[in-house]
Nanobody, 118 residues
């Protein structure tokens, strides 16, 4: 199983970015998909997650600005980020909890850099 993320980049404060992540490989079922981020010198924190039923959960810092969605047919999760702030600068990691090869496992993408300038 691989998670391939795309869509990071540099934007000015107030701008928008879309992050997308596709899971590929031998996947039987997906329990949840999400995005986490890690700023330099800080721990990796949850940004937004969505479960198989479409229920979402956001970090307080993301509420009202970010929207997570998924496409089950494509095993893809997307994070729409609006009204970006410099403090949103971080490496963003895609996460998936899925059933593959007889076991539930957690997978991580390699990360994509998001830089927001003031």
């Amino acid at each position: 199983v691989q998670l391939q993320a795309s869509g990071g980049g540099s934007v000015q404060a107030g701008g928008s970015l879309n992050l997308s992540c596709t899971a590929s490989g031998s996947i039987s079922s997906i329990s949840g998909l999400g995005w986490y981020r890690q700023a330099p010198g800080k721990q990796r924190d949850m940004v937004a997650i969505i479960n198989s039923g479409g229920v979402t959960n956001y970090a307080d810092s993301a509420k009202g600005r970010f929207t997570i969605s998924k496409d089950d047919a494509k095993n893809t999760v997307t994070l729409r980020m609006d009204s970006l702030k410099p403090e949103d600068t971080a490496v963003y990691y895609c996460n998936a909890v899925l059933y593959s090869m007889g076991a539930w496992k957690t997978y991580w993408g390699l990360g994509t850099q998001v830089t927001v300038s003031s």
